[in-house]
């Protein structure tokens, strides 16, 4: 079983910075794993953010490219999304996600098979 933690989380003003973590446990390893980021608004389905393949080639929504920032360590296990020039509007739960061994970066959010347990960002105008 695979399990993810995230952290990071907070509330920030437009145009600034913050960045999430994502800690797999200790009996996980991520570096055979797709990882990904994504997020969840009030009233809104949860949606892909940004996604890292197993040799680190990121992926971005086209709402969050050039602004935010997908990387891995897999010496600490971690996962980070490095969020910049933050609007309003990225304003929602933040997961971590995970697929199977061996498989690559998907949008779609019914094809990743582990989930942290979220973490709240709130962007003030």
């Known amino acids: 079983q695979v399990q993810l933690v995230e952290s990071g989380g907070g509330l920030v003003q437009a145009g600034d910075s913050l960045r999430l973590s994502c800690a797999a446990s200790?009996?996980?390893?991520?570096?055979?794993?797709?990882m990904g980021w994504f997020r969840q608004a009030p009233g809104k389905d949860r949606e892909f953010v940004a996604g890292i393949s197993r040799s680190a080639s990121a992926y971005y929504a086209d709402s969050v490219k050039g602004r935010f920032i997908i990387s891995r360590d897999n010496a600490k296990n971690t996962v980070y999304l490095q969020m910049n020039s933050m609007k309003p509007e990225d304003t929602a739960v933040y997961y971590c996600?995970?697929?199977?061994?061996?498989?690559?970066?998907?949008?779609?959010?019914?094809?990743?098979?582990?989930w942290g347990q979220g973490t709240q960002v709130t962007v003030s105008s």
């Open positions: 200790e009996r996980t390893t991520i570096n055979n794993r797709a």
């Open positions: 996600a995970a697929r199977t061994v061996y498989t690559g970066v998907t949008l779609a959010t019914q094809e990743w098979n582990y």
